[in-house]
């Protein structure tokens, strides 16, 4: 039922039994409430069951969470649509379902609302997470799509209007497809060598030398991958919100967290005129590593200067990472890097022993000195850039972020910081902190979270969705 940690009380279970089993009174209709959803919004069926599966899981939080809820647009069209059903839900849903009504409002429009309803929906994918598991981002996206975008679903007269949807990119197996083209290309060409490569004509050398450098790249990949001498599953251990930081961005994730964490406890303000961070009491903060972090704002403003000073007092959040080979100490990562490397490194010599023969035998090489000095750039790339996380660094981080899906999307103020580590100072976007996300390269935007969607109350539950305001219950 659920991938989360909750327990789940025998009246629970049966109420969620009961909703996931309730049909809207349409099960014998031609036109279902599925199929009139997908009709009336252009969407596929499927994606319309899967909004009506959200739907519910919605409204059994409205009784279980214990704090006003909010949906997220396709999951309040989904209301909207089972409010016209009004017998089906006033005299069944809701009382025999939920058990207590749950009502339907507009917005009262203005910033402070906004505010509001970006409050109860950041709870609302807490406590999702709680029951649920990671919700989908199809369905519950992050606060800032979700206050960006108030009206997106709009009714449209066909008759005068096109409606076209957007185009998607199917998802490919890169991986595999790149495979499968390299053999494709080489096995042709190597039936067709010579004894000796270097004595093959120009164009056939460069189609060859092009071949090769497929191969390059695949070994590449497969080297950088396994090169690290860790396993491709993460450790059991829970990071901690520093040493999330740390693992996903270094020692400026852990400033800009660290930043992020004193904005919103109230123990600092960004001061955007003098673009610089304002502690209220520095000798108070004693935490670490929000002490030294604190220390060194006081004389560097941006997060990159404050991330230089503190490199070497975040030692103790970087060396138990290395313990547990989720980050590369410098050694390992010289041998991924010089590892990596090697196949382009080879490909350069054969390219350059190729350019000698033909410079010798008067024939031009032109194009073949500009793929060999890509090659060789290639490999000086893959040497200098190397890789600062292992497999299972990478698994950890992955396990990580699907856990803190709800704080990624709208980071409640208890949740700011692990947002941060996880996501970079993006995630402050649509909160009230945006002002330092702002001030970070590449700056984003944020927008008003004067929104025009609907919230609902009641007697003994209470949900709200984006801009909109709550009415009292019976």
Known sequence: MSDAATIWSEPQRQCW????????????????????????????????AGAIREYKRFCFLAIVAGHTVTPSDAIDEVWHQHLTYSRDYWQHFCPNLLGTPLHHEPTRGGHDQGRLH????????????????????????DARTQTMSPARYRRVDLARHWALPRPSIPRIRWRGLATAAVLL??????????????????PTFLLLYLALAAVCIVATV????????????????????????????????VVEAGIATLLASGQARWDQQNHKLDVK???????????????????DH???????????????????????????????????????????TLLTVFG????????QRDRPVDILVFLTLLASVTALMLLFRRPTRSRA???????????????????????????VALAGTVALAGTAYADFHREQPPSGSTSSTDSSSCSSDSSSCSSGCGGCGGGGGD
């Open 281 to 299: 009491h520095p000798q108070h903060i004693k935490n670490y590593p929000l002490d030294e972090i604190v220390r060194a704002a006081a004389t």
């Open 118 to 141: 970006y409050a109860q929906y950041a709870e609302t994918l807490a406590s999702y997470q709680r029951w649920f598991g990671p919700p989908p981002a199809d369905y519950w996206p």
């Open 17 to 48: 039994q009961r909703l996931e089993a309730h049909d809207f009174g349409t099960s014998d209709c031609a036109l279902t409430f599925a199929r009139r959803l997908a009709r009336e919004h252009g969407w596929s069926e499927t994606f319309a």
């Open 352 to 359: 350059c022993v190729k350019i000698a023969v033909g410079l």
């Open 302 to 344: 941006t997060v990159a200067r404050i991330a230089r000073r503190v490199t070497e007092k975040l030692q103790r959040v970087r060396d138990p990472l290395i313990e547990h080979k989720l980050l590369l100490d410098t050694r390992r990562r010289w041998l991924v890097g010089l590892a990596s490397a090697l196949p382009f």
């Open 222 to 253: 497969l080297l950088r991958r396994y090169a690290d001498g860790s396993s491709a599953t993460a450790g059991k251990k829970p990071l901690d919100t520093w040493s999330a930081a740390y693992l996903a961005g270094g020692p400026q994730r």
């Open 185 to 202: 290309a080489v096995a042709p060409l190597l039936h067709a060598l010579p004894l000796n490569p270097l004595d093959l004509d120009g």
């Open 393 to 419: 660094g990478e698994a950890k981080l992955r396990e990580m972020k699907l856990q803190y899906t709800h704080a990624r999307r709208a980071p409640r103020d208890s949740d700011i910081g692990i947002a």
